[in-house]
């Protein structure tokens, strides 16, 4: 009899070490099928996935909205350390999706002109706005939480806080990524510099694919922290032990 409760303990044990591997292992396998889908995807379209409010930076948004989605829903049934954590996460998600909306406009010059892209648009300022006032808003919050701040502290520089590290410098990688301008030092005219135009072209395509899916994998693994919620529970196993 004993012996069976030890063993079923053991058991028990073991599935709890195991389990966090087990989910880890999952996602690392669904990253890799969804990069595979979007690397055959960008050669059959000749990279056409990165241009601007194009699939990538939709699939992009789609994902970071579900990342808000589910710390809104873990905030709403939490509460203290917990909870604060989660609205601040919540903030992060909202500044992630103010970064990547695009409010470009399209500006077409001729017919047999090529057109280009106006950045600095009434939207566009309204977004960089939002995004101030988001950041604006999680000082006013942090400060309202300043009791809770040690314990959120402790519980991003636990163990379970990986995914967000890793997600911090999948964004910054993606940034270093970005692709340079056109350079002609060598002064080309005529179908050389044509050449050198298609060239670059299709180099700076490939950059953005890069770029974008960085970012893109970045998003996941946000989502993944999220659904996981191992800084929250965390947090919340040690609320209740004290």
Same mark, same amino acid.
């Given at each position: 009899?004993?012996?069976?409760?030890? !063993?079923?303990?053991?058991? %028990? !044990?073991?599935? $709890?070490?195991?389990?966090?591997?087990?989910?880890? $292992?999952?996602?690392? $396998?669904?990253?890799?099928?969804?990069?595979?889908?979007?690397? %055959?995807?960008?050669?059959?379209?000749?990279?056409?996935?990165?241009?601007?409010?194009?699939?990538i930076e939709n699939i992009q948004l789609l994902i970071l909205g579900l990342s808000f989605v589910t710390y809104v829903l873990i905030f709403s049934k939490q509460e203290g350390a917990a909870q604060n954590l989660a609205a601040v996460f919540c903030f992060l998600c909202i500044f992630l999706i103010l970064k990547e909306l695009d409010f470009k406009e399209l500006r077409i010059v001729g017919p047999n002109i090529k057109s280009y892209w106006v950045e600095n648009t009434i939207l566009e300022r309204i977004r960089k706005l939002l995004s101030w006032f988001i950041l604006l808003l999680l000082m006013v919050f942090l400060i309202s939480r300043t009791r809770d701040i040690p314990s959120m502290v402790r519980a991003m520089i636990s163990w379970p806080a990986w995914p967000f590290y890793l997600c911090f410098a999948l964004l910054l990688l993606s940034q270093a990524l970005e692709h340079p301008g056109f350079r002609n030092p060598d002064e080309l005219v005529g179908p050389e510099l044509l050449q050198a135009l298609a060239e670059f072209h299709r180099s700076q395509a490939i950059g953005k694919f890069r770029e974008e899916l960085i970012e893109l994998n970045a998003y996941l693994v946000l989502l993944y922290a999220a659904h996981s919620s191992a800084v929250i529970s965390c947090l919340i196993n040690s609320c209740d032990k004290k």
């Open positions: 009899m004993g012996m069976g409760v030890h !063993r079923d303990q053991g058991s %028990v !044990r073991a599935m $709890l070490v195991f389990k966090p591997f087990g989910t880890v $292992l999952t996602f690392t $396998l669904c990253l890799i099928v969804i990069n595979g889908i979007l690397l %055959v995807w960008a050669w059959l379209s000749s990279y056409g996935i990165v241009n601007e409010n194009g699939p």
